[in-house]
């Protein structure tokens, strides 16, 4: 099967994956006959409207909003009524139910193909003599408190900065005060973007970082494997700990360890209501952003390709996994030494309506690059770094620094699931010995 290594067990799943997929359409010919043919319209037609619908809803207002919601959530309704009225109802479940497990058998078949996933894991050497973390005991609804994270750090010997007081706090500059006066081991118990701001900071001094899972969604700690659930078990990185050599985000000089945001979510979140009122201000907001009555008009150049005019452009630290519409699931590598990005275009309902395309949609653009710049009408605009809202001035540069960071982790942890595999119909032939076409080899 030129040069593709498998093991019998992927072949029949593969083979067992057509026969399924065989199976399905059988089963609407058989049971629906020519009604087969107007249950596939109708159901796609359905999808197409509640798209075009769910854009009209958030680049509306007044009683337009409102009438794409009711259509919105009427279009499954009527699919179902006239699936019932024909009798097909049964049909249909039966048919797609033998569709996702030929999907299912499909993944598993080709979850044995994918390269390594896992990052490499080295010795966590020397061990830290002086640890420092920072902690803030407001971030993630006070879990610093809840779970006694400052006594059980200074018990395995690490000092302890808590952010308090009604003053702000250059944490910068505190990370970067302990890491001169001799701490060899930087830490934070916080949100992602204090993570970011400490993190350029031991990859600058070369010491390893410990990521406390304090914050509220702790995106960075779900991506290195660690326990959302319970912070104190990231301490375990102190005592018994690996190291992971992972990429840091660059944009215009500053770090960021997930990902920088441009155009619609940036400028919901630069709104000075948003942080009282986030689902208002974001409705509020959007139709003239989508409608391109608000915001910069944009243009991302990477490697030869320009994405013009995006209404929303994300750029990863690392590509985020092929989890849904945009490709955006997890980051199950941080290490690959290239950025993630996704650029959305729509403009229109029809354009809504055509991401069932998913990324060969035309208004999505996904790619992976070492750099990109994105350049804009005004001098400046907000952007969404890590989930904090900054001004930045264009144009505006993201690079990748590879290997920069060394994050230590408890070798007893989560971890992260293995990647749902991509489908890529070229490999399921070749495993299922339909066609000896050699399949694409992922990058």
Request: charged share 20%.
């Amino acid at each position: 099967m030129n040069g593709l290594t498998s093991t019998p067990a992927q072949r029949w799943l593969a083979r067992l994956s057509f026969v399924l997929a065989g199976l399905a359409i059988v089963i609407l010919l058989a049971l629906a006959g020519l009604k087969s043919l107007a249950m596939v319209a109708v159901g796609l037609a359905a999808a197409v409207v509640g798209l075009a619908a769910a854009y009209l809803f958030l680049s509306r207002r007044g009683i337009w909003r409102w009438l794409s919601l009711a259509v919105f959530v009427l279009a499954p309704i009527a699919v179902i009524i006239v699936y019932a009225f024909r009798d097909l109802l049964w049909v249909a479940v039966l048919s797609a139910a033998v569709w996702l497990v030929a999907g299912m058998t499909a993944r598993l078949a080709l979850a044995g193909s994918q390269p390594d996933w896992r990052m490499p894991e080295h010795p966590a050497q020397p061990p830290a003599r002086h640890p420092y973390l920072i902690m803030n005991p407001k971030s993630g609804g006070g879990k610093v408190g809840k779970f006694d994270l400052k006594r059980k750090a200074e018990d395995l010997g690490a000092e302890v900065f808590l952010i308090g007081g009604a003053e702000p706090v250059d944490v910068a500059k505190v990370a970067r005060e302990a890491a001169e006066r001799g701490a060899d081991l930087l830490g934070v118990a916080g949100g992602d973007g204090t993570q970011a701001l400490v993190a350029g900071i031991a990859a600058d001094h070369g010491i390893p970082f410990v990521v406390i899972s304090a914050g509220t969604r702790n995106h960075f700690a779900l991506d290195l494997g660690l326990d959302r659930e319970d912070p104190s078990a990231c301490l375990g990185a102190l005592s018994d700990g690996v190291e992971l050599q992972v990429d840091l985000g660059m944009i215009n000089g500053q770090t960021f360890v997930n990902n920088a945001s441009f155009g619609a979510y940036a400028e919901v979140v630069e709104t000075p209501a948003y942080r009282g009122d986030k689902l208002n201000t974001t409705l509020n907001t959007l139709p003239d952003l989508l409608q391109g009555h608000r915001g910069a008009r944009l243009r991302a150049r990477a490697d030869g390709t320009t994405i013009e005019a995006p209404r929303a452009l994300l750029v990863s630290n690392n590509p985020y996994g092929t989890g849904d519409i945009a490709g955006l699931g997890r980051r199950v590598r941080l290490d690959r030494g290239i950025l993630g990005v996704v650029g959305v275009t729509v403009a229109s309902a029809r354009q809504a309506a055509g991401l069932l395309r998913g990324r060969h949609a035309t208004g999505l653009s996904v790619l992976a690059t070492e750099q990109i710049e994105i350049s804009a009408d005004v001098p400046q605009i907000p952007v969404g770094v890590d989930g904090e809202s900054i001004l930045m001035s264009t144009p505006v540069t993201c690079t990748v620094s590879p290997g920069a960071l060394r994050v230590w982790v408890p070798r007893d942890r989560p971890g992260v699931p293995a990647p749902k595999p991509p489908r890529d119909w070229a490999t399921l032939r070749s495993l299922a010995g339909i066609s000896e076409t050699a399949p694409r080899s992922p990058r």
